[in-house]
Structure formats: C-alpha cells, structure tokens
C-alpha cells in the first residue's frame, strides 16, 4: 500500500511557475519604467522656446543649445535680452540668467518644460516653455 501519490508533472510545473512569479512582481515604486520618463531624459534642448517668465508672467523666448550636459544661450522679454548658461542631469536643467536669477525645470514631456525661478532677492516665479 502507497501512502502518498506522485504529483504529477504539469502541476508541479503550474506550482512552481506561480511562485516564481510572485516572487518576481514589482512593488509599484518609483523604480518602475515609464517610457515617457525615458523620451524626457533622452531629448535635447536645442532649439527655440516659447512661454512665459517673469514676476509678471511675460511672454519669453528661449533659444538654447545643449552639449554633453551644459547649456548656452539666450533668453528674450519684451524689453529685454539676457544670455543663459547652465546644466542638465536626465531631465532635469539648471540655468542661471545674466543678472541673477536661477531656474530649476524639468521636463513635463518632450516639448514642455516647467519650473521655478529665484530671483537674487529670494521672491520666485513660475516658469513654463513649449517648443
């Protein structure tokens, strides 16, 4: 008399696979990948942006060129030009204005960017540019 039966193969396998992927699923932290996140921190900054600045909210362009993690260029307001320089890491960019001020942005998609800017007195201004 047998006191336990084979289990058979295929269920053994449905057994073992079940585990497997239990132990293989992700938490759902912020170490998942989304492709847009990978498009953003791939994208160039080259080109000509348009949006607003300022403690007024003005209209402003940016023309920026970007190479090996350093950024160039200038910037213009209605009545006034300033040049631009600063840096990039993944998505996020750094820039810091001819007389002061400093903008942190990153990017919302490939052709928007938002942030924030510190003027050299501490007040701040909402930044945002499409391409």
Not at 31 to 56: C, K, M, N, Q, V
Not at 62 to 90: M, T
Request: proline share 4%.
């Amino acid at each position: 008399m047998k006191l336990s039966k084979p289990i058979p193969a295929n269920l053994a396998c449905v057994f073992l696979l079940s585990c497997l992927m239990v132990s293989c699923e992700s938490g759902g932290g912020d170490d998942e990948f989304h492709p847009s996140d990978s498009y953003r921190a791939s994208a160039t900054l080259d080109g000509t942006w348009i949006g607003t600045s300022s403690t007024g909210q003005v209209s402003t362009r940016l023309h920026l060129s970007e190479s090996n993690g350093y950024i160039a260029g200038d910037l213009k307001w209605p009545n006034d030009s300033r040049s631009i320089s600063g840096s990039r890491s993944g998505e996020t960019i750094r820039l810091n204005v001819e007389g002061g001020d400093r903008w942190s942005l990153v990017f919302a998609s490939g052709d928007t960017l938002v942030g924030t800017a510190v003027k050299p007195d501490g007040n701040t201004y909402a930044l945002s540019f499409t391409r």
